[in-house]
């Protein structure tokens, strides 16, 4: 049997299923790191989570139901929608050595402004919100 014809089988049997999502990638590192904690404290009850968190996993991307997973998914990124902002802001930090970032304390929108400018009144270009920070 060829490469091909096992890329079409794969592909054929996930036709209608769910596939791989953020909150799949987040189970699976909580899979990870509960297998990684059982190295260092050596109790069952570790694998057993750490497996429960893997078979949850699989059975989300081989789920039929499409509408439910989503609605985990949506419901996983509405949770995590803070975190996930601020960790971009520090990321275009890191990386932006003309402009920094911050985000209105009022609508979170993001706002680029130039560095080396001392302290400044930001305004937020999406609610003309008016904040102090040092660029």
């Not at 987040?26 to 899979?31: A, N, P, Q, R």
């Not at 902002?85 to 304390?105: A, M």
């Amino acid at each position: 049997m060829n490469v091909n014809k096992i890329k079409y089988n794969i592909a054929r049997f996930m036709q209608g299923r769910y596939g791989y999502d953020q909150f799949n990638n987040f189970i699976i590192l909580l899979s990870l790191f509960f297998a990684f904690l059982n190295m260092f404290i050596h109790h069952d009850i570790m694998v057993v989570i750490s497996y429960c968190l893997l078979f949850y996993a699989v059975f989300r991307m081989l789920s039929k139901n499409i509408w439910d997973r989503q609605k985990e998914n949506f419901a996983y990124l509405d949770y995590t929608k803070g975190i996930r902002q601020h960790g971009n802001v520090f990321k275009r930090n890191l990386k932006d050595k003309e402009y920094k970032y911050f985000l209105c304390p009022n609508c979170k929108q993001m706002v680029r402004v130039p560095r080396g400018k001392g302290n400044i009144e930001i305004k937020c270009p999406k609610c003309q919100h008016k904040f102090d920070r040092k660029s």
